[in-house]
């Protein structure tokens, strides 16, 4: 017993796993009791056992498993948990308890799965018992088929699915076991019991025998419908209340409430599809062609066995149906067409929704085929229409039925009418809308008037149905002119009627009501449903009654939720029956004599035609009185208005009486009931008086009244019609304008605006001016309420014309048209129970469409045209193409009926040509917009292929088609597309591209619809499937779209669908649909559309308003509950609801119209004040955080919900980030016109953009960014300062920005920085901008230092905080940063601020390691920027400083290594001011900063700063005239102020403003002409030319390129600035002013000029190139030396460093190099050598020698040296005591390139007199006889031609040549063979490399040394610079040789050139040919430099180098030499051309 005790104390949930089975025992007894004590179905205690619960069902001893079983179902009938366990439990019990022999087991296995069932895991068990049908053990099955049946019995065909139980239940009926063919079968009962017949066509097939013992036990069922007897837990309240009503007697609601689940389950959906296309007949096609009637017989049989299948597979069925089609419409033999029409009814049937697409086609056919009498022909055609019929919808065939119904056939008239009664059957009153309702009642009401009666009656059957359907109410408006007896019969038929979903419809109206929504009464219910319209309607007395119980039910709504509108369109239609139309017969004179002078004086109408005008002025007084003091129903109007218009009437003399007159019939038209025949007495009068001067007023007035009383749609077009049959003009044009007017008071509903149309076009033919722009006013108000389809009637105007109208209708662009203020007093009533508006305020815009003129192509779509568009070739398939298109622009508007056309088109659409499914695309593009809202009908056929197209791999075909469904899309709205299965079915497909473009465009599309068709479910599942597809772009659409799927299906329905996923995907889904469940969008309400576009009256305006607080207070507390079914239908009509059972529409769209005009931001009186101090006083959190967490989000949200607008804040806080932009628009535009309410709510606004800094939506931050520089630019203007609040909880958010990794966002950040200044001290931003230096990011912490030296620059030493010393310590910290960019910013504010406070700077950053020192002190060096000497020189020089010094610093302290840092200081310098114009404005304030902030350290007078300030005030003095000579006057006057004026128009040289640039250019010029006057621009010369680069700058980029510009304002600008710029140049103490940086800029501008292309092209471009050549120069000459060899020696480096540069830039700095090399004798004096070496350091230092060698050009490296040597020539030994700048002389090699240099000039000089000797005796040799010379050669030659002596030979010439240069052995050559000539060439060649080899500089390799030689200022430099490295002694002949070889490289070899003279001539004389070739040498590197004429632009600097190289040469060479040289520089010139 030992081991038995052991167990025993083991806890419970041990005991259960314990492998004794009495311990397994033990421990289930013991869990079964823990389990029925547990009273909490969420305790803790159900999850340990969680794990153990399979093992309880399949325990391996069966006594133990039945206690297991026990204490299982107690779990899962208790456990919250217990779901989790469904899948294993469940699979348990079917292998391990159903084959149990023990009849409990069973028992209990059963009980556990039905537990499952019930707390709802349905389906999961349903999984498992079927997989349990497969098993082999026979007991298992029939158990899984017992527990099924058992389930369904219990619960229902609504929790038991039947689909897949009736798949297996043929198999399991040919079981061998009889066991289980008996539950079989049992099962097959219980499923008929709840389906019924649907049931039979699955079992058609079993055998015999098994189906007709089945029909027997079915006829046994009892009739009644059957009701579950178990409920899930959620309905478990549903059973209890339905117990009640059974033992109270009535289960009548009970019934109602199952009525519906009947027929549930629809037989169609159990069956399998079957293909049938391909079991056609291979000769189906031709058959169907034959001629014999029996061939086309066989054919049809064929196809009629295939679709008696009852459910087909979707495929392409348009050929099929194409032929069946032909058949029924052409095929002669009757027998034929019926079996034709049953054909269609079978495909129709099968295919269902599938059939839709070809339903348009058809369906005219069909109907005009009625014409037929056979019975049998005409019942075929009536089956197959109605089968069609139900495969479509009303809407879409509603245009070939209406088509159909004008035909002369009685028998198809009334065929067609039963077929219109028929279908009326199918609709409910939302899918009979008023608009299709409409057409259809005014062509059945020809019919009800017709001469058959056959044809009388079918219209009557017809309207009959439509009454039943829709009810009185919607009818009654089109039935308005019918007599009653016709009424009476429509009424008897409509009794008669019984409708397809009447049952239904009743049903779903008791089930409303069983669970009603709070607040709303039975009869609201019954009035508000949708659904329930049919039976409510023949009893209307709670739809009457409903509106009376509230009366105050309209105006609190104010009825914006009426959708659309009441006294709108409604109106016309409604008069009928709410406000009976007056009409009174015309009466005689006699009668209204009678009556008049019952109701006015005897007097007064004695009176009236008296001859003295005084007398009838007082008759009009008097009545007038009487008219007044009538009552309305008194009121004889007709009789009134004939006696005013009794002699003399209209035509009344008297101004006075005739305005009284005009009043009087206003006060009788308001007053009185008048009728149109009152109106038609008076109204010719009116219009002959409205161009009346004195009396047109009253003519107006007059003839509104009658508009209001007469209906203005009517007035109107009488008016109109009587105005244009007069000739009057004035008349004319102010009968439009009064129309004008009144269309806006009356709105536009019911005008008929084909009637206008063509009178405005007369007026538009005028002659009279004034007619015409009425007329062209009129238009522009129409276009209010019309739109741009208005413009179409006016397309053949003239285009003067079309341009006044387009111009008119601009104006109107974006207004939405006033709410009518007229017209609606009366008819108000009428409109308040409106309820199917939903789909009215469409129409107006529809209307407009069907006015046009539509064109019939049918015609032109030939059979041809077909044919070649299915073409095998492709171009004869584009010709068919261009053809349609051609065809389709012609006509302009089509009608929808387009013949074969779709078919030819859809097959293009798979083109394997993309160009013509492009072209295809474009058609269709065409044909939505020519067709307009009928294209609807060709959705299914040629919409949906479309979206195939969406799938193309290439990008541009999917764009095409996007655009093409969105154009569409835009005129048949959603509903199409989403009916049926055919958009779930493209969603299928497994292609990506599909997937992501149509997700993509669902997610665009559903947000804005109202409500979806139910098939919208079916793209569910494929939705499910592209959130895990493995392509990322599918998987994000398909996020995105979620949301949107959910707003219009419901989270539950979504939830319910991922019931069918695997377990790991439904975890994944259902987390994703929680997350979407958040952002789900509210459902745009009904009346969005109405109240967007208030058209016609739809709502009173004084109502709007009054209805948002109703809004509000709903919205808290009924939104959650609101049921979503509910609310559909409850949202669409706003009838006799009380307002809490009301869903409430999304705000945007509610109050859309009232709620966004007002203000955005509303001004809480102290209220930011109140928030500082609830911050302070820590009531509310302090806006700190690393991110903001919800707690933050949510006290903004409660902050601002009093100060900012209720729409703008729900777009704020939004979780789209679209809405966020959206806000951000708002804010903009509202930032101007609510400077307050910004100011106000700063702190709030500035707080919501930090949080939009977390966005990680870039396009939100880049708005955001742009609205604060909008923002603080506001600010600045008003002068605002930011408070500590505000900045505090903004700028440390905004400096993260700051290191943003993309360059727009830092740019903008920096420029918001920049202008933050303005409103907050830059002192107290130093230490937030400080703080972020301290950021892990390293961008971040490179564009804090850089903006803390931008600061320290703009305003002094006075921003660093705490103080100086402390924060330049934390700036040098960063000296050491990892980062290079970091490193380089940190030192170059430390630069910045020695430049401004010089060497206190070192004392202030403190100790620094070595490396850190040294790399400040080589910046500090390199920025070579003197600081003044003392700080009271550094306030005088400020001014000036601040206007250069954004651009200028830059370029000082950009060092070689950090050309980036630099382009940033650019772009820090330039941003903020894109524009010029703003540039001044800034450096103005810079400037004043500037003084300001220096007050404290510096002794700087205050009248100093007065003074400055007075200069703002003087501004507008300073503006010159154009006139050049009144300038000089200024500067007379202004002796203290000069410097200020100067400034002034320096700034303005850099405007945008091309004028005030040249005109502050040209008073500069007259300053700098007048030598006296030239002194004041001393100090001002940087600022000029920073100023002048900078406009140079932006006519390159910006006036260059603006194509609306005149460039010859541009050249002439251009002249401005280099004649200025000449002028400037000339005067030497003012060009020596300019400083490095400066210089170099402005060589960058000029010589970028130079190499603007586009200027070349201009007339004077060549004479601009020209003179800034001349400029250059004197640049080069007259400014300070070292300032532009420096500057000139960082642009070449800059220029090779930057890889956009290109090559020509870097040529032409080194020309100027070349010419700066020439002056260097005669200047080298007055140069700091010092820091030109610097230069030359750091040059070297970038560009090692290695480096240099890889450039393309050998310009570099020769320039240098070449500039090296002069120096070293000119200074000697001294040279090497000028490096001091430089600190670390090893960084580069220039220190050991000088010290060659030197050394080997030293050894030159001793051996000169030789060479001199030398020199001359070549010239001797010259002389000498040439015989001797002869001889020798022979000699040398022949020694060459043995074998032997050959390399004896060639040496030995190789020896003669270099001695005597210039031997001609071209004789020698000559006679010998072209081989041999090359042998000797090359074994020259051969020894030359040998013994050259020794002493050869590497870098020579490849690189000709000619350029050098041009550059040198001597020969005897080439020499030396090329000399030999050892200093060896090398003579002249060498380097020759050299030379000679080089140049063959280089392809100069003289061999090849014909025109150049022979080798030995060139060889003979040194110094000559080395120029001449140098040139030759420039000419082939610039070969690529345009044509030769630039060379003469660009090159000019050759000439001087010629002359320059030329006359420095050796005094040995003549001038003769140098004419030949210029004779064959032309020579080479003229060849190259």
């Not at 030992?2 to 167990?7: L, Q, T």
């Not at 099924?148 to 609504?158: I, Q, T, V, Y």
């Not at 109204?683 to 003839?703: S, T």
């Not at 870039?1258 to 955001?1264: C, H």
Request: proline fraction near 5%; charged fraction near 30%.
């Amino acid at each position: 017993m030992g081991d038995d005790s052991e167990w025993v104390k083991l806890p419970v949930d041990q005991k259960c796993e314990h492998k004794l089975w009495k311990a397994r025992l033990s421990g289930y007894e013991e869990a079964l009791k823990i389990f029925q004590k547990i009273k909490d179905e969420k305790s803790p205690e159900w999850s340990k056992f969680l794990g153990l619960i399979k093992k309880f069902v399949t325990d391996s001893n069966a006594v133990v498993q039945l206690k297991g079983l026990e204490a299982a179902l107690v779990y899962v009938e208790n456990a919250h948990v217990a779901g989790k366990t469904t899948g294993e439990v469940v699979s348990g019990v079917v292998s391990k308890v159903f084959n149990q022999p023990k009849a409990r087991a069973k028992e209990l296995g059963i009980e556990i799965c039905l537990m499952y069932i019930e707390i709802e895991k349905g389906e999961a068990v349903q999984e498992e018992l079927l997989k349990g049908l497969d098993n082999k053990n026979p007991k298992i099955v029939v158990a899984c088929i017992e527990t099924l049946r058992k389930a369904l019995s219990e619960f229902g065909s609504k929790i038991i699915l039947l689909k897949p139980i009736i798949k297996v239940l043929p198999k399991l009926f040919e079981s061998r076991e009889k066991a289980v063919r008996d539950e079989a079968k049992l099962i097959a009962v219980e499923i008929y019991r709840w389906i019924r017949d649907a049931l039979r066509p699955p079992l058609q097939n079993i055998n015999s025998v098994q189906l007709k013992e089945l029909e027997e036990e079915w006829v046994k069922l009892p009739t009644g419908a059957p009701k579950p007897s178990r409920f899930l837990r959620s309905q478990q309240e549903l059973e209890a209340k339905l117990e009640q009503q059974q033992s109270a007697g009535g289960d009548a609601e009970g019934g109602g409430d199952d009525g519906d689940e009947v027929p549930q389950i629809d037989a169609y959906e159990l069956l399998e599809a079957v293909e049938i296309l391909s079991k056609l007949p291979k000769d189906f096609y031709d058959k169907i062609e034959a001629k014999k009637w029996q061939e086309r017989k066989e054919a049809l049989e064929a196809v009629e066995v295939l679709v008696k299948n009852p459910k087909l597979e979707a495929g392409d069925y348009a050929d099929l149906v194409k032929a069946l089609k032909k058949v029924v419409g052409k095929d002669t033999n009757v027998m034929l067409v019926a079996l034709a029409a049953k054909c269609l009814t079978g495909l129709a049937v099968g295919l269902r929704k599938k059939f839709g697409q070809y339903a348009g086609h058809v369906v005219p056919t069909i109907l005009e085929k009625f014409k037929e009498k056979k019975p049998q022909v005409v019942q075929a055609l009536q089956e197959a229409i109605d089968a069609i019929f139900l495969t479509t919808t009303l809407q879409n065939i509603s245009e070939d039925v209406l088509a159909v119904m004008d035909n002369k056939n009685p028998t198809i008239k009334q065929q067609t009418s039963l077929f219109i009664a028929r279908s009326f059957r199918h609709c409910t009153a939302s899918t009979l809308p008023k608009s299709l309702l409409k057409p259809f009642c005014a062509a059945l009401l020809k019919h009800i008037n017709d001469s058959a009666p056959e044809v009388r009656d079918a219209a009557f059957e017809a309207l009959g149905t439509a009454l039943k359907v829709v009810g009185e109410k919607a009818v009654n408006p089109f039935l308005a002119d019918v007599d009653k007896l016709k009424l009476d019969k429509i009424k008897e038929c409509s009794e008669k009627v019984e409708l397809v979903h009447g049952k239904k419809a009743g049903a779903a109206a008791d089930k409303k009501e069983f669970k009603p929504v709070p607040g709303r009464s039975a009869a609201s219910g019954a009035a508000g449903d949708k659904d329930t319209k049919d039976i409510s309607a023949p009893k209307p007395g709670p739809l009457k009654k409903a509106p009376a119980t509230k009366a105050g039910g309209p105006p609190k709504k104010g009825k914006p939720a009426a959708s659309g509108g009441a006294g709108g369109i409604g109106t016309k239609n409604k008069k009928g029956v709410e406000t009976k139309e007056i009409v009174e017969p015309e009466l005689s004179i006699e009668v209204c004599e009678e009556k008049a002078s019952a109701v006015l004086p005897a007097t007064c109408i004695q009176l009236l035609d008296s001859s003295n005008w005084k007398e009838r002025l007082a008759c009009m007084e008097e009545f007038q009185k009487a008219v007044e003091l009538m009552d309305r129903t008194e009121m004889p109007c007709q009789a009134l208005v004939r006696m005013l218009a009794k002699k003399p009437g209209w035509k009344e003399t008297n101004f006075q009486v005739m305005q009284m007159k005009l009043h009087i019939v206003a006060l009788i038209a308001q007053k009185g009931n008048f009728s149109k025949t009152s109106a038609q007495i008076v109204l010719d009068g009116l219009v002959d008086k409205i161009g009346d001067v004195k009396c047109g007023n009253n003519a107006k007035e007059a003839m509104t009244a009658i508009a209001e009383a007469c209906m203005l749609p009517w007035t109107a077009e009488q008016v109109m019609s009587m105005a244009f049959s007069q000739k009057n003009p004035k008349n004319q044009s102010e009968t439009l304008n009064w129309l004008s007017n009144a269309i806006k008071e009356f709105g536009f509903s019911g005008l008929n605006v084909k009637a206008f149309i063509s009178n405005v076009k007369t007026a538009l033919a005028a002659t009279n001016p004034a007619v015409r722009t009425s007329a062209i006013t009129l238009l522009g108000v129409m276009y209010l309420y019309v739109g741009p389809s208005l413009r179409m009637f006016f397309e053949d105007e003239k285009p003067a014309l079309l341009s006044q109208i387009d111009a008119e209708f601009e104006k109107m662009q974006g207004q939405s048209p006033p709410a009518p203020t007229r017209g609606i007093s009366k008819h108000s009533i009428s409109g308040t129970d409106e309820g199917e508006d939903g789909d009215e305020p469409d129409e107006v815009g529809n209307d407009v469409v069907d006015l046009l003129p539509r064109t019939e192509i049918s015609d032109k779509i030939t059979s041809e045209l077909v044919s070649k568009i299915g073409d095998k070739n492709w171009k004869i398939r584009k010709e068919g193409l261009d053809e349609v298109a051609g065809i389709i622009n012609e006509a302009k508007f089509i009608q929808p009926n387009i013949g074969e056309l779709p078919t030819a088109l859809k097959g293009r659409l798979n083109d394997s040509n993309k160009i013509l499914v492009q072209q295809t695309l474009n058609i269709l593009q065409q044909l939505a917009v020519a067709m307009g809202p009928n294209i609807k009908q060709h959705v299914k056929n040629l919409g949906i292929p479309i979206i195939t197209v969406l799938g193309d791999s290439k990008n541009n075909v999917r764009t095409a088609a996007l655009a093409t469904v969105n154009a569409w899309a835009e005129q048949t709205g959603m509903k199409e597309w989403l009916e049926g299965e055919d958009l779930s079915e493209e969603l299928k497909k497994e292609n990506p591209f599909l997937r992501q473009e149509l997700l993509g465009w669902l997610a665009e599309k559903l947000p804005s619809l109202r409500s979806t068709p139910t098939d919208l479910i079916l793209c569910v599942p494929h939705l499910y499937s592209c959130l895990e597809d493995r392509n990322g772009d599918v998987r994000k659409k398909a996020q995105d779209a979620l949301p949107f799927f959910m707003m219009h299906l419901g989270y539950e329905k979504m939830a319910k669908a991922t019931g069918k996923l695997k377990p790991t995907s439904k975890d994944q889904v259902l987390a994703m649909l929680e997350k979407a469940k958040a952002n789900m969008p509210a459902k745009p309400a009904a009346s969005a559309k109405a109240a967007s576009k208030p058209i016609g009256g739809s709502a009173p305006a004084k109502f709007q308003p009054a209805s948002a607080p109703v809004e509000d207070s709903v919205s808290s507390t009924v939104e959650p509950k609101t049921d979503p079914k509910k609310a559909k239908a409850l949202g669409v009509s706003s009838k006799a609801k009380s307002v809490q059972g009301k869903k409430v529409p999304s705000k945007t769209s509610l109050k859309e119209d009232e709620d966004k005009s007002g203000p955005i931001f509303i001004v809480v009186p102290n209220g930011k004040e109140q928030r500082m101090k609830d911050e302070k006083g820590l009531k509310v959190l302090k806006w700190n955080f690393t991110t903001p967490r919800d707690e933050y989000i949510e006290q903004l949200k409660t902050q601002m919900s009093s100060c900012v607008a209720k729409w703008l804040q729900d777009e704020m806080f939004h979780s789209d980030f679209q809405h966020h932009n959206k806000a951000l628009a708002v804010m903009v535009d509202h930032l101007e016109i609510e400077k307050e309410g910004v100011i106000g709510c700063l702190d709030l606004i500035l707080k919501w953009l930090t949080l939009r800094f977390f966005d990680t939506n870039t396009s939100v931050l880049m708005k955001a960014l742009e609205y604060l520089k909008l923002l603080f630019t506001l600010l600045s203007e008003e002068e605002y300062h930011l408070t500590e609040n505000e900045a505090s909880s903004f700028i440390p958010y905004l400096i993260l920005k700051v290191g943003e990794p993309k360059d727009v966002i830092r740019k903008d950040v920096r420029a918001i920085l920049n202008r933050m200044c303005l409103v907050y001290p830059a002192s107290k931003m130093f230490p937030f901008i400080m703080e972020g230096t301290k950021s892990k990011n390293s961008k971040q912490r490179a564009e804090c230092l850089e903006e803390l030296g931008c600061l320290v620059e703009s305003y002094g030493m006075n921003v660093c905080q705490p103080t100086p010393g402390k924060a330049l310590k934390e700036i040098a910290i960063h000296i050491g940063d990892r980062d290079n960019a970091v490193r380089n910013a940190a030192l170059n504010t430390i630069v910045t601020v020695y430049n401004v406070h010089g060497d206190q700077v070192f004392k202030l950053i403190g100790t620094l390691s070595e490396k850190d020192m040294s790399m400040l002190e080589e910046r500090i060096k390199r920025s070579a920027k003197r600081p003044s000497a003392a700080p009271i020189k550094q306030v005088e020089e400020r001014p000036q400083r601040t206007q250069s010094i954004n651009s200028n610093a830059n370029m000082l302290r950009k060092g070689p290594a950090e050309d980036m840092s630099s382009k940033l200081n650019q772009a820090r310098s330039m941003s903020g001011h894109p524009e010029a114009a703003q540039m001044v404005r800034r450096e103005f304030q810079l400037d004043l900063d500037e003084i300001e902030n220096d007050n404290g350290t510096v002794r700087c007078e205050m009248p100093e700063l007065v003074q400055h300030k007075l200069d703002d005030i003087f501004e507008p003095v300073l503006i010159p005239e154009p006139k050049i000579r009144a300038v000089s006057p200024h500067f007379d006057d202004m002796h203290s102020n000069t410097a200020s004026t100067i400034n002034f128009i320096i700034s303005q040289v850099a405007s945008g403003d091309i004028n005030t640039s040249i005109q502050a250019l040209t008073q500069i010029d007259e300053v700098l002409r007048q030598e006296d006057k030239a002194e004041a621009m001393s100090g001002h010369i940087d600022q000029f030319l920073i100023a002048t680069f900078m406009q140079l700058r932006l006519i390159y980029n910006t006036h260059m390129a603006d194509e609306k510009l005149e460039k010859d304002e541009i050249i002439k600008l251009y002249s401005c600035i280099i004649g200025n710029m000449i002028s400037l140049f000339q005067i030497e103490s003012l060009a020596r002013e300019a400083s490095t940086g400066v210089l170099k800029d402005l060589m960058h501008g000029l010589i970028t000029l130079m190499l603007d292309s586009r200027i070349e092209d201009l007339e004077e471009g060549q004479q601009v190139i020209r003179s800034v050549n001349l400029l250059v120069v004197k640049v080069l000459e007259k400014s300070d030396q070292t300032n532009i060899l420096s500057a000139l020696l960082v642009l070449l480096q800059d220029s090779l460093l930057a890889t956009a540069s290109s090559p020509k830039f870097s040529e032409l700095v080194m020309k100027c190099l070349w010419r700066m090399v020439r002056l260097l004798p005669d200047t080298i004096n007055s140069i700091n050598l010092d820091r030109i070496l610097l230069d030359i350091h750091i040059f070297m230092k970038v560009f090692p020698k290695e480096k240099l060698k890889q450039c393309k050009s050998e310009f570099p490296i020769r320039t240098l040296k070449t500039l090296l040597h002069t120096l070293c020539k000119l200074k000697g030994p001294k040279i090497l005591d000028h490096l001091t700048m430089i600190d670390n002389k090893n960084e580069s090699e220039l220190e050991a390139h000088l010290c060659r240099m030197m050394k080997h000039s030293m050894d030159q000089t001793g051996s000169k007199s030789d060479k001199e000797t030398e020199k001359g005796a070549s010239r001797i040799d010259e002389k000498s006889s040439k015989a001797k010379v002869n001889d020798f050669l022979a000699e040398i030659f022949k020694k060459i031609g043995s074998k032997e002596n050959t390399k004896e030979g060639l040496a030995e010439l190789y020896e003669y040549k270099k001695k005597y240069s210039d031997a001609d052995i071209e004789p020698f050559l000559k006679n010998s063979s072209q081989f041999f000539q090359s042998y000797v060439e090359r074994g020259l060649r051969v020894i030359e490399m040998e013994r050259e080899g020794k002493g050869r500089i590497p870098t020579s390799t490849g690189i000709s040394p000619q350029t050098e030689v041009t550059c040198m200022s001597a020969p005897t430099s080439t020499v030396s610079s090329i000399g030999n490295t050892n200093g060896e002694e090398v003579g002249p002949s060498v380097y020759l040789e050299r030379l000679k070889i080089l140049r063959q490289r280089c392809g100069l070899d003289n061999t090849k050139q014909d025109d150049r003279p022979p080798l030995t001539s060139l060889l003979s004389k040194p110094a000559v040919p080395t120029v001449a070739s140098s040139t030759d040498m420039l000419h082939s590197k610039l070969s690529q430099l345009r044509e030769s004429r630039e060379q003469h632009q660009h090159l000019d600097l050759d000439p001087h180098q010629t002359h320059s190289s030329g006359s420095m040469a050796t005094s040995s060479s003549s001038t003769a030499n140098i004419d030949d040289l210029k004779k064959r520089l032309e020579r080479i010139k003229s060849s190259r051309k």
